[in-house]
C-alpha cells in the first residue's frame, strides 16, 4: 500500500509560480514512477508530467513544457516536486499525484493505482 499527500497549492496571480510536493509513504514507495495529474471543474483528469524513479527520465504534457519541472527527491523525503512557472488562468485545477508500479510516463488516469487528495491551484488572470 502505498499513501500520497499532496500540499502547496494556492492562489496566484498570472506570470507567477508555485510548487506543489507529493509525499509518499509506504513499502518501497520510492521505488514507483509517479505523475502529476489535474482536473479543472466540469472537464476529466489530464496527465501534467511524469517521472521515474530515479529521477532521470521525465515526461511533460505540452501544455506544460517549458514551464513546469518535475523532480523528486528520493533519499530521505520521498517526495515529488512540480515546479509551475509562468501561470496561466488555464493552470486552475486541482493537482493529483499518482503512483504507477509499471512504466513511467503513462498519460491515462485509469492505469495508476494510488492517488493522493489533491491540492488546488488557482491563478487569477
Known amino acids: 500500500q502505498v499513501q500520497l499527500r499532496e500540499s502547496g497549492g494556492g492562489l496566484v496571480q498570472a506570470g507567477g509560480s508555485l510548487r506543489i510536493s507529493c509525499t509518499a509513504s509506504?513499502?518501497?514507495?520510492?521505488?514507483?514512477?509517479m505523475a502529476w495529474f489535474r482536473q479543472a471543474p466540469g472537464k476529466e483528469r489530464e496527465f501534467v508530467s511524469a517521472?521515474?524513479?530515479?529521477?532521470?527520465?521525465?515526461?511533460y504534457a505540452d501544455s506544460a513544457k517549458g514551464r513546469f519541472t518535475i523532480s523528486r527527491d528520493n533519499a530521505a523525503k520521498n517526495t515529488v516536486y512540480l515546479q509551475m512557472n509562468s501561470l496561466k488562468p488555464e493552470d486552475t485545477a486541482v493537482y493529483y499525484c499518482?503512483?504507477?508500479?509499471?512504466?513511467?510516463?503513462?498519460?491515462?488516469?485509469?492505469?495508476?493505482?494510488?492517488w493522493g487528495q489533491g491540492t488546488q491551484v488557482t491563478v487569477s488572470s
Open positions: 499518482a503512483v504507477h508500479r509499471g512504466r513511467v510516463g503513462v498519460r491515462s488516469p485509469y492505469e495508476y493505482e494510488y
Open positions: 509506504g513499502r518501497t514507495s520510492s521505488t514507483y514512477p
Open positions: 517521472i521515474s524513479w530515479s529521477g532521470s527520465d521525465t515526461y
